[in-house]
């Protein structure tokens, strides 16, 4: 298994453009989360799907982000227009209700808005 | 609102010693207490989880302590390593809230050789 797959690794942008992120979760998990994580605000939840249906989007800071999960196998992140204070280590993770309650997190997308 | 407060925020031990890293909750419905392990440039993995019908649990070197009347649980490291050293997050969630994760703050730990 490959485990939860982010991409790209690291990002730099300028102010202004749209920033794609891009998850694939681990086959056959049903749960599907995206964090943000920064020093000041650690490890904020943004958005959450189950069954490819976004559950609960309370916690994206803005209509400058927006998420979508088209299929079991693959989750974005955008961010339009990006901005400096949206810099910050983002992780998808995926998790089973068959299972433990555990998730599995990727390793992650740096961004760094300039 | 913060729903888990972790603590201390850093913590040096020397190698052979015990960390000691603790979480208070204010939501009484959670029902699963994870404890995730973080390292340099690497998402937060799995370590450990206990239930809140259970009082201790217990593998390998790590040890998680729950106290349910007072909303309080502990990940005790024993014999510390220095590759130990990763910052470690509690968190809590609830089955009822599709098991949606509310992590702790972070505590950085060093084990210094």
């Known amino acids: 298994d490959a485990g939860v797959i982010q991409s790209p690794r690291h990002e730099v942008t300028e102010m202004g453009q749209e920033v794609t992120l891009r998850c694939k979760p681990i086959s056959g998990h049903d749960y599907l989360f995206w964090y943000r994580q920064t020093m000041m605000r650690g490890l904020e939840l943004l958005i959450y799907f189950n069954n490819n249906v976004p559950i609960d989007d309370s916690g994206m800071p803005e209509d400058r982000f927006s998420a979508k999960m088209p299929n079991a196998s693959f989750s974005t992140l955008k961010i339009q227009p990006s901005e400096p204070r949206d810099s910050a280590v983002y992780f998808c993770?995926?998790?089973?209700?068959?299972?433990?309650?555990?998730?599995?997190f990727g390793s992650g997308t740096r961004l760094t808005v300039v | 609102q913060q729903q888990v407060k972790q603590s201390p925020q850093s913590l040096i031990v020397q190698k052979g010693g015990i960390s000691i890293i603790n979480c208070a909750y204010e939501?009484?419905?959670?029902?699963?207490f994870p404890w995730y392990q973080q390292f340099p440039g690497k998402g937060p993995a799995l370590l450990i989880a206990i239930r809140p019908d259970v009082s201790e649990k217990k593998e390998g070197r790590f040890t998680i302590s729950f106290n349910k009347s007072a909303k309080q649980f502990s990940l005790h490291i024993m014999d510390s390593q220095p590759g130990d050293s990763a910052t470690y997050f509690c968190?809590?969630?609830?089955?009822?809230?599709?098991?949606?994760?509310?992590f702790g703050g972070g505590t950085r730990v060093l084990v210094k050789p």
């Open positions: 968190a809590a969630s609830m089955q009822s809230a599709g098991n949606k994760l509310t």
């Open positions: 993770a995926s998790s089973s209700t068959s299972t433990t309650y555990g998730y599995t």
């Open positions: 939501n009484t419905a959670f029902d699963y």
